[in-house]
């Protein structure tokens, strides 16, 4: 799933309004990005706790620094930025991370709120996958998550994660790679959705 790209007219015509001390500015940035940095949170921390936390906390960097945000170039990829530093230093300190994967399931099982054996059958993927990517290093996990979840391409990642572009192909390769063989080796999976990651 690709996103769309990010428009900065908005976002240019809010910050200086925030800079003066406009709180309804800064409620409109907030509400325009907090479901893609909750999103980024949550599948990096697994806990919607802390995610609801480095939501918070994005929010409060982005206030604390919006004097020196350049208007001339999108947000979303600073605010990611934040995010991802934030949901890593949590993870690093409760040694877990586990990914949310649901569109992804969705797309092979159909509606959540469809048939009991469609409900079963989604969870139990969700399960797999969960454990498939869990397995990966974290490098891999985090380019997976913005990349097939955000649908940030290569530079804004490279950004995001502030290492080459060339850093985020060789993470992304692997991280699909070693996914591919996971998935494609458990029997209960349709050989389909292992090739989700190509």
């Known amino acids: 799933m690709r996103r769309a790209a990010v428009s900065t007219g908005e976002d240019s015509e809010l910050i200086p309004r925030i800079r003066q001390g406009d709180l309804a500015a ?9 479901g893609q940095v909750y999103r ?7 806990d919607q706790s802390a995610a609801e936390d ?3 906390e994005c929010f409060v960097r982005v206030y604390a620094h919006i004097d ?3 208007v001339s170039r999108p947000l979303s990829p600073w605010l990611h930025r934040i995010a991802v530093n934030l949901s890593y230093n949590w993870v690093t300190k ?7 994967l649901g569109e992804v399931i969705d797309q092979f099982v159909g509606d959540r709120h469809s048939s009991p054996e469609h409900i079963l059958e989604r969870e ?5 996958i969960q454990e498939a990517v869990h397995s990966l290093s974290f490098a891999q996990r985090v380019v997976i998550v913005l990349f097939h979840l955000n649908g940030f391409n290569l530079e804004e990642i490279a950004y995001v994660l502030d290492c080459p572009v060339g850093t985020v192909k060789s993470r992304l390769y692997y991280g699909r790679q070693n996914l591919r063989r996971k998935l494609g080796a458990d029997k209960r999976l349709s050989a389909g959705l292992a090739y989700e990651f190509p």
């Open 26 to 34: 800064f409620e409109a940035l907030y509400d325009k990005y907090k």
């Open 54 to 56: 480095i939501l918070q």
């Open 68 to 70: 020196k945000i350049d």
């Open 40 to 46: 980024t949170a949550l599948a990096i921390a697994r």
């Open 124 to 128: 139990e993927l969700q399960r797999i």
């Open 94 to 100: 409760r040694k877990r991370w586990v990914p949310l």
